[in-house]
């Protein structure tokens, strides 16, 4: 296997991982998108999402790292899909 496709394998366990704890929890979705809300009022930096990145650890059962240094590409992802869901719904007012 490359590097490449290793990469890719993990990846995609991360985001299996993840996504089975969304089916265990469904509430980790809204409360992830109710927190998304509030902060990115404030723009969406770096501090903003590291900022959402900590009370979605706090507050639920998903672990983002504080350090954004530190997240994995599936950390970065939902983080990106909440930013974007956030302004799509800013949009449609």
């Known amino acids: 296997m490359s590097g490449s496709e290793i990469q890719k394998t993990r ?8 996504i089975r704890k969304l089916l265990q929890d469904p509430k980790i979705l809204d409360q992830s998108l109710s927190i998304a809300r509030e902060q990115l009022v ?10 959402i ?31 974007e869901v956030v302004q799509e719904e800013q949009a449609l007012y």
């Open 53 to 83: 990145a900590n009370e979605i650890s706090d507050t639920t059962s998903v672990h983002i790292p504080e350090d954004p240094a530190e997240h994995s590409e599936a950390d970065r992802l939902f983080l990106e899909l909440l930013r």
């Open 11 to 18: 990846i995609i366990n991360e985001l299996r991982d993840f």
């Open 42 to 51: 404030e723009g969406n930096s770096p501090a903003v999402m590291a900022r």
